[in-house]
């Protein structure tokens, strides 16, 4: 958890809130697009693999005069390799240490094993639980409310808001709901910080994003990228050098394409990003390399914010 920033914008003023609402949920139950559309911008990378949220991202709103800080966890699920097991330990831990958890389930596919699996463990933590159910615009109003009931007979939670990450729909309730919710605090973050995430991470995350977007369903999400180089130039711009890092040397060839066609276009997009996101223009310049094995290498679960304990 970030340590507190008692000069922050509001925080010396009186009657101000802040708190740390964290979203816990089965891989792609909408998470990551939740909290850039409470956020109000891009804060986690969304793409439709499973797991793309590897560590915790916080992303920081303010609603009246509370901030609420989002705190976007990786995907509950059963775990089978070491990296699946860091991941699923970091969202719990990350929903263990927050104000509030919100609980958020795909009303499409409705409970499953994963979903389970959350309500039994949630049950036994002592924070105030909110359900959220999202995509709610997809399904029948008769199948929602099933549901629903569904839901809170087996688990009771403080409120239940129905919404769409995608399109805002129940958003703003939501957001009325966790301004009054959360604690009495100085705020913990200057006014116009958005994120946690040091732009050199984000730049990273924006970059991955653009490679699983070219290439889901023929790279494996184990795949990782690293920001080595961050240089100001006397021109004001920046070069960024980063390091895609793959297993096998197929996957290589997968990421570069034919002539490097891929790479190029997978570093088009992610520099027309980063632009916005370090408001500078950018050489972005990308390398491709094998790393047998990354997933039991602790430097990369360093890298990462994970614990390579387990």
């Known amino acids: 958890m970030a340590p507190r920033d008692e000069t922050a914008g509001a925080a010396a003023g009186e009657g101000t809130r802040a708190g740390f609402a964290a979203l816990l949920g089965a891989p792609n139950a909408g998470k990551s697009t ?32 509370t901030q609420i800080v989002f705190v976007d966890t ?10 699946d097991r860091a991941m699923v330990k970091t969202a ?20 499953g094993p994963d979903v389970d699996t959350i309500l039994t463990r949630l049950a036994d933590m002592r924070q105030p639980r909110v359900l959220l159910l999202n995509k709610v615009d997809r399904i029948k109003r008769d199948t929602l409310l ?22 805002g729909s129940g958003c703003d309730d939501l957001m009325d709901y966790l ?5 009495e605090n100085p705020w913990y ?4 910080q958005i994120s946690d995430l040091p732009l050199r991470q984000l730049a990273a995350e924006i970059t991955r994003e653009k490679l699983y977007l ?4 023929e790279l494996p999400y184990s795949s990782h990228v690293e920001t080595e180089l961050w240089q100001a130039r006397p021109d004001g711009s920046v070069r960024i050098e980063q390091t895609i890092y793959v297993e096998r040397d197929s996957q290589k060839a997968i990421v570069l394409g034919h002539k490097g066609a891929t790479i190029k276009a997978i570093g088009q997009a992610a520099r027309q990003e980063i632009i916005e996101a370090a408001e500078t223009n950018v050489h972005l310049f990308l390398f491709v390399k094998v790393r047998d094995n990354w997933g039991d290498d602790p430097e990369r679960y360093r890298e990462m914010g994970l614990d390579f304990s387990r």
């Open 92 to 111: 719990w831990s990350g929903a263990r240490d927050a104000d509030i958890v919100l609980a958020i389930v795909d009303a499409e596919r409705g409970l």
């Open 179 to 183: 301004a009054g919710a959360l604690p």
């Open 34 to 65: 939740l909290v850039n559309q409470l956020v109000g911008t891009k804060v986690s990378i969304v793409t439709h693999k499973v797991q793309t949220t590897r560590a915790l991202v916080r992303g920081i709103a303010i609603r009246d005069r």
């Open 189 to 192: 973050y200057p006014e116009d």
């Open 146 to 167: 099933g549901l629903t009931k569904e839901i809170t007979e087996r688990l009771p939670f403080e409120r239940v808001f129905m919404i769409s990450a995608l399109t």
């Open 214 to 217: 070219r290439l889901h369903e």
């Open 74 to 83: 990786p995907g509950v699920f059963e775990p089978r390799r070491r990296l």
